[in-house]
Antibody
Framework: QVQLVESGGGLVKPGGSLRLSCAASGFTFSDYYISWIRQAPGKGLEWVSY????????YYADSVKGRFTISRDNAKNSLYLQMNSLRAEDTAIYYC??????????WGQGTLVTVSS | QSALTQPASVSGSPGQSITISCTGTSSDVGSYNLVSWYQQLPGEAPKLMIY???KRPSGVSNRFSGSKSGNTASLTISGLQAEDEADYYCCSYADSRAYVFGTGTKVTVL
């Protein structure tokens, strides 16, 4: 069955960096677009970024453009999110999700990122 | 990329039908039949309930249905059950190849 497991979250100071990972199994990873979506504590969902199967198509939300970088390693069935210049407003649970065709069908359980001094 | 507008809360009694609206603009909901809906139970990851405005994934109850008119999409839950109590989010594909989520609606079963 499809499984997505995020890791790498934690406490980081404003201006700091963090790298999130998403390990995938149960499907042909390289065939799928994958996305990062976040949810601030007690708030709604916010799309962050997505990447195509061969990494040729990448898009970011305006709120993270220039600070976050999405990437993937198909040999390792893994998705990454490098987050730099972190701000308090980046505090959220970060989910990875498959994006087969303009909707997000399988989601991981998320990893919490807290940006605080 | 402003969030789509949803009512903060909707409630209904068991067996009733409720409808959640999701209002966007001509840059997102109005231009694309690519609206999806997600159910999020407390402490859990979101779950896909509807995609492409009105299609149901395998395993989702036919009590859930979706529609769209102009810049507004809607999710209807018929025969409301206690297990439907959750937060619901709409999402639309948008111009500039982005995605925008709704503000979220808390459904309460009275």
């Amino acid at each position: 069955q499809v499984q997505l497991v995020e890791s790498g979250g934690g406490l980081v100071k404003p201006g700091g960096s963090l790298r999130l990972s998403c390990a995938a199994s149960g499907f042909t990873f390289s065939d799928y677009y994958i996305s990062w979506i976040r949810q601030a504590p007690g708030k709604g969902l916010e799309w962050v970024s997505y990447i195509s199967g061969r990494s040729s198509v990448i898009y970011y939300a305006d709120s993270v453009k220039g600070r976050f970088t999405i990437s993937r390693d198909n040999a390792k069935n893994s998705l990454y999110l490098q987050m730099n210049s972190l701000r308090a407003e980046d505090t959220a649970i970060y989910y990875c999700a498959t994006l087969p065709d303009y909707y997000f069908d399988y989601w991981g359980q998320g990893t919490l990122v807290t940006v605080s001094s | 990329q402003s969030a789509l507008t949803q009512p903060a809360s909707v409630s209904g009694s068991p067996g009733q039908s409720i409808t959640i609206s999701c209002t966007g603009t001509s840059s997102d909901v109005g231009s694309y039949n690519l609206v999806s809906w997600y159910q999020q139970l407390p402490g859990e990851a979101p779950k896909l309930m509807i995609y492409e405005v009105s299609k149901r994934p395998s395993g989702v109850s036919n009590r859930f249905s979706g529609s769209k008119s102009g810049n507004t999409a809607s999710l209807t839950i018929s025969g409301l059950q206690a297990e439907d109590e959750a937060d619901y989010y709409c999402c639309s594909y948008a111009d500039s190849r982005a995605y925008v989520f709704g503000t979220g609606t808390k459904v309460t079963v009275l």
